[in-house]
């Protein structure tokens, strides 16, 4: 059975850093590609970044380019967001997911790729 887990949502200043992480169980990160999207209140879910199965290849929204990193621990089957630089902007519920088809040089940011999501964490920018 396959669980994702999110932890490390918070609060933070404009400019502050949070780490996000996702521990899942039931399938290998060796196999599956897999990422972060975001839901802002009143907007649609948004893919945030994403890293593929055997090549780890990762992909970044524009709007995160630079400031956020995708990062996984096979060994741990965990997944993390480094956020940094962050903005009253990024304020949303952070969801990860894990892709339902296998690409070692692909991830998806979309979330039609999906086929598992966590519950979400909330991170609240705010000055």
């Known amino acids: 059975q396959v669980q994702l887990v999110e932890s490390g949502g918070g609060l933070v200043q404009p400019g502050g850093s949070l780490r996000l992480s996702c521990a899942a169980s039931?399938?290998?990160?060796?196999?599956?590609?897999v990422g972060w999207f975001r839901q802002a209140p009143g907007k649609e879910r948004e893919g945030v970044s994403c890293i593929s199965s055997s090549d780890g290849i990762t992909y970044y929204a524009d709007s995160v380019k630079g400031r956020f990193t995708i990062s996984r621990d096979k060994t741990k089957n965990t997944w993390y967001l480094q956020m940094n630089s962050l903005k009253p902007k990024d304020t949303a519920v952070y969801y990860c997911a894990k892709q339902y088809y296998t690409d070692s040089l692909f991830c998806d940011l979309d979330y039609a790729g999906m086929d598992y999501w966590g519950k979400g964490t909330l991170v609240t920018v705010y000055s």
């Open positions: 039931g399938f290998s990160l060796d196999f599956y590609g």
